[in-house]
């Protein structure tokens, strides 16, 4: 049974740092890629990071280009998502995905391409 678990959320300022641990079990970590969604209250859920099982490649919305960072530790089984320089638009619940991939070079950017989740953690950002 696959089960990711997500930590690290909570309250911030504007401008503060995060970071996300997903941690897992029942998966063969180094065969799967992992992805960064959030979903704001009242919006679909969207990308945020998505990163190959390899870890050798790794894309970034837009939105939070430049300041979040992904990695993963596969000692750990453990993905993180490490995030600087906070805004209030950040604010969400952050979940953590994982699909096989047969390529270690790729990663995923929609939700649909993911078969696991996590339960979500919550980060908000105060102004």
């Known amino acids: 049974q696959v089960q990711l678990v997500e930590s690290g959320g909570g309250l911030v300022q504007a401008g503060d740092s995060l970071r996300l641990s997903c941690a897992h079990s029942g998966l063969t970590f180094s065969t799967y890629a992992m992805g960064w969604f959030r979903q704001a209250p009242g919006k679909e859920r969207e990308f945020a990071a998505g990163?190959?099982?390899?870890?050798?490649?790794?894309m970034y919305a837009d939105s939070v280009k430049g300041r979040f960072t992904s990695s993963r530790d596969g000692a750990k089984k453990t993905v993180f998502l490490q995030m600087n320089s906070l805004k209030p638009e950040d604010t969400a619940v952050y979940y953590c995905a994982a699909r096989r991939a047969a390529d270690p070079f790729v990663y995923y950017t929609h939700y649909r391409s993911y078969d696991y989740w996590g339960q979500g953690t919550q980060v908000t950002v105060s102004s």
């Open positions: 990163i190959s099982s390899s870890g050798g490649r790794i």
